[in-house]
């Protein structure tokens, strides 16, 4: 109880600190895929290309997840998380990906056009909440490879709901909650460019499978959840919620 409690005044700190800092955005891309050989394909220009050249460009940390359902899914993702510290800054990098991509052969940018190396691929631009201003990486204990991470997606019926529901997890609390109870938050943020929108989106990690079941059990059984989410302002303001579990690739950096 005693680090559960050094662990969120610590994050309340770093939150209050960080308030007037520059909120970082995001670029989630994904990659819808179908057959083993695209995969091995966007892996490779991933691995080999892609996560390289962001590092020469002091992007340091490159998530790359894939669905723990792909195995089962027709329609599957690989799913790539870029921190971007200012908005500005976004066209500029993709000209030079666009650039490097050109001048580096390989199966994946060479493909021909009826053997693409993806289905489609798509961005989705998120912009980080003033409570959590910059990404976060995980702390934890076990193997990368045994990491679960949950990629949530909340859409609302209207702008106004969707307020109401940013307000709950920043002002509300519902963020310090998920720090109390130790959930490895990512990032949280505001989707400002996508196809499903308004919208917001989060990430959390666990050690593995058992520690994630047990960590959301906790969450709602816990009192403060209870008393926050029978607040009147806050109902119906969620009408949609995605929930993708994912496991990191081996070259991910985190």
């Known amino acids: 109880m005693k680090n ?15 308030a007037a800092a520059s909120k970082e955005i995001y670029q ?49 993702k690989i799913y790539v998380l870029t921190p971007i510290k200012e908005l500005s800054k976004l066209p500029e990098l993709q000209q030079k990906i666009a650039l490097m991509v050109s001048e580096k052969p390989s199966p994946y940018s060479s493909a021909q056009y009826n053997d693409a190396p993806y289905v489609r691929m798509e961005n989705i631009i998120i912009q980080a909440w003033e409570m959590h201003p910059t990404m976060q990486l995980p702390k934890l ?12 997606s909340y859409e609302s019926a209207t702008e106004q709901y969707y307020r109401s529901k940013v307000k709950m ?56 959840w209870k008393t926050l989410s029978a607040i009147p302002e806050y109902q119906h303001a969620v009408n949609r ?7 990191a690739k081996a070259y991910s950096d985190y």
């Open 4 to 18: 559960l409690l050094l662990s969120t005044i610590a994050f309340f700190v770093f939150a209050t600190a960080n």
């Open 241 to 247: 919620n995605e929930t993708i579990l994912m496991k």
């Open 141 to 152: 204990t076990t193997p990368i490879l045994d990491h679960v991470y949950e990629l949530r």
């Open 169 to 224: 997890f920043n002002q509300g609390g519902e963020i310090f909650l998920f720090a109390r109870l130790q959930f490895n938050a990512v990032f949280y943020g505001d989707v400002v460019a996508g196809s499903r929108m308004p919208n917001l989106m989060y990430m959390t990690s666990f050690d593995n499978m058992a520690s994630r079941e047990a960590h959301w059990n906790a969450f709602k059984n816990d009192a403060e």
């Open 28 to 76: 989630l891309t994904v990659y819808h895929f179908s057959t083993k050989d695209q995969e091995a394909k966007i892996d490779q220009y991933l691995k080999d290309d892609l996560l390289p050249f962001l590092h020469t460009q002091k992007i340091k940390s490159v998530g790359v997840f894939f669905p723990i359902a792909n195995d089962t899914a027709s329609d599957k």
